[in-house]
């Protein structure tokens, strides 16, 4: 009888996507834990007062206007129900969230139907992307997963 993983590992050979993939399920657990899907993400941060999900043009102005007075530190979270990568970064945002309550994160979905104008004001061109703003000032963006880039911007901007 042949071994279950002996075709998963030719592939793993031969193919560096395939390899990557094998590193990042066995990372993070994926063969044994579903993604979170939209609703949970939602639902788990509806607890947390440092957590928002901004749903319309006048709460992302208001939440921007806040960040940009510097009377709150914030981070900017853009995001869509359809990106594999955003529902990666999900727990990880909530994580620490909850490690920084004094720093207010704000979920906003790119395809919710008021916030297109005020996207295009920040110019986020791709999801998922992190602002972070301290002091009135956006001081760091991350364009993409890097869990260990935004770890470390969050200890430097808000510790």
Request: net charge positive; charged share 20%; with cysteine.
């Amino acid at each position: 009888m042949k071994n279950q993983w002996s075709n998963f590992h030719q592939i793993g050979r031969n193919s560096f996507l395939a390899a990557s993939t094998i590193y990042v399920s066995t990372e993070f657990n994926f063969l044994n834990t579903p993604l979170p899907d939209r609703s949970s993400f939602c639902f788990a941060a509806k607890d947390r007062s440092s957590f928002v999900v901004l749903k319309s043009e006048a709460e992302f102005n208001s939440a921007l206007s806040k960040a940009r007075d510097g009377s709150l530190p914030s981070v900017f979270y853009f995001t869509a129900a359809w990106c594999g990568p955003c529902r990666l970064l999900a727990p990880v945002i909530l994580e620490l969230s909850n490690k920084y309550p004094d720093v207010t994160t704000y979920k906003v979905d790119i395809d919710e139907g008021g916030l297109t104008n005020a996207i295009g004001k920040q110019n986020v061109s791709a999801v998922p992307t992190l602002q972070f703003f301290k002091g009135g000032v956006k001081k760091a963006e991350i364009v993409g997963v890097d869990v260990m880039k935004l770890r470390n911007v969050m200890e430097k901007l808000y510790k």
